[in-house]
Structure formats: C-alpha cells, structure tokens
C-alpha cells in the first residue's frame, strides 16, 4: 500500500488552482474594442461562466451591450496576455486601480500586438491569433459583491451563451468538428503565474477523438 504524502493546512490568498486564461473582447462606448484578460472561465454545453472583476470595463461594456468573444490565447501568447495585465479600459483608472499599478489603454489590441476580425453574429472583435474564439451573448449577471464594506468593488459572474465557435485548422481534426487535444495547448494561469500543458496522459470513456 501506498504512503500518503504528508500535508498541512493553508490558507492561499488566492485560488487559481489551474483555469484557462481569457481574452474578453468587449466594445466601448464609442465602438472601440477593449480587450480584458480573465483567469475565471468554466463551460458547460453551450454556457459559460465568468468572473469579472467590479472595476474593469470589461464587465461594464458585457452589461451594457450582453455581446462578448471569448478569446482562448495558446501557452505561447503568455507574454501578449502580459502586456494586457497591468491595462484598463477604463478612463479614469479607479483610484484602488492605480495603486495596483494599473493604466489606462485604449488601444489593447495594438498593445498586445493582436489583431481584430469581424465576428459573424455579435459585434465586438476576435483575436484573430488565438486559436480558438467564442462569440457570445450574456444572460445573466448573477451576482456581485462589495469587499472591504463598500470601499472596494468586488466580482461579478457572469453567464453567457455561446453562438458561435472559430477555430484555427491546425488544432482541428480534418473532416470534424472535434478540437485536436495534442495540437491544442492552452495558456492556463495557476497561482498567478502562466503555464502550458503537457503531453496527452490519457482520455474520458465518452471522448469522441
């Protein structure tokens, strides 16, 4: 019998055990596109989930237009997700914001070095670079919470239905809709910091590929 390794209790700031990193194209006020990288996204059948943060334009442009892309950057664009994290569409920056070392960016796409492609039923923008892109439609904002008693912005989670799935060929199965899993390495975000995915261990009794 196997020995259990030894543990112990701890108490992590943070919870990013291992979720996929996002690109949320999203459309301002004036019809520019912003761009906004998430950390909390999970899908179920044609739904998915994600968390916003209170202070970003991000969730203010999703509530104000309930169109988005859903933009699924590869391991290797870690360093253009980067270059979007310490951004904001937001003008002014919130003042808790600034102190985080946040700045205003109203040219996100060109910053990360991406470039914008129309989408077929919503508005705003794909990352045309990132392998795969899900337009999408909000339904429900579901809830949103205020930390600090009032004196910072919380999350919001937000749930969206997919209308639309664009894929790059190379990380497709030829002659299917299946996504190629040993051609597809998706960025994840674990305890902040960026990784990749390793080789193949194995495949679920309902796989299809």
């Given at each position: 019998?196997?020995?259990?390794?030894?543990?112990?209790?701890?108490?992590?700031?943070?919870?990013?055990?291992?979720?996929?990193?996002?690109?949320?194209?999203?459309?301002?006020?004036?019809?520019?596109?912003?761009?906004?990288?998430?950390?909390?996204?999970?899908?179920?059948?044609?739904?998915?989930?994600?968390?916003?943060?209170?202070?970003?334009?991000?969730?203010?442009?999703?509530?104000?237009?309930?169109?988005?892309?859903?933009?699924?950057?590869?391991?290797?664009?870690?360093?253009?997700?980067?270059?979007?994290?310490?951004?904001?569409?937001?003008?002014?920056?919130?003042?808790?914001k600034q102190a985080m070392g946040y700045s205003h960016e109203p040219r996100k796409f060109q910053r990360a070095g991406f470039t914008p492609?129309?989408?077929?039923?919503?508005?705003?923008?794909?990352?045309?670079?990132?392998?795969?892109?899900?337009?999408?439609?909000?339904?429900?904002?579901?809830?949103?919470?205020?930390?600090?008693?009032?004196?910072?912005?919380?999350?919001?989670?937000?749930?969206?239905?997919?209308?639309?799935?664009?894929?790059?060929?190379?990380?497709t199965v030829p002659g299917t809709h299946h996504v190629d899993v040993e051609q597809w390495q998706p960025l994840l975000y674990v305890f902040?910091?960026?990784?990749?995915?390793?080789?193949?261990?194995?495949?679920?009794?309902?796989?299809?590929?």
């Amino acid at each position: 019998m196997t020995a259990l390794a030894p543990h112990r209790v701890i108490a992590p700031r943070i919870l990013y055990f291992g979720t996929p990193v996002v690109l949320l194209s999203t459309l301002q006020e004036d019809g520019s596109p912003n761009l906004s990288p998430l950390s909390s996204a999970w899908a179920l059948d044609d739904r998915l989930v994600l968390g916003l943060g209170g202070m970003g334009q991000g969730l203010s442009n999703l509530m104000r237009t309930r169109e988005a892309v859903i933009n699924l950057p590869a391991a290797s664009q870690w360093r253009q997700v980067e270059a979007l994290a310490p951004t904001t569409g937001r003008n002014p920056v919130p003042e808790t914001k600034q102190a985080m070392g946040y700045s205003h960016e109203p040219r996100k796409f060109q910053r990360a070095g991406f470039t914008p492609v129309a989408s077929d039923t919503v508005a705003p923008p794909r990352v045309g670079e990132c392998p795969l892109q899900l337009e999408a439609v909000l339904l429900n904002v579901h809830s949103a919470t205020v930390l600090s008693g009032g004196a910072a912005p919380g999350f919001a989670i937000a749930e969206l239905r997919v209308t639309r799935v664009h894929a790059h060929e190379r990380i497709t199965v030829p002659g299917t809709h299946h996504v190629d899993v040993e051609q597809w390495q998706p960025l994840l975000y674990v305890f902040r910091h960026y990784v990749g995915t390793g080789a193949v261990l194995g495949r679920n009794f309902r796989a299809e590929t």
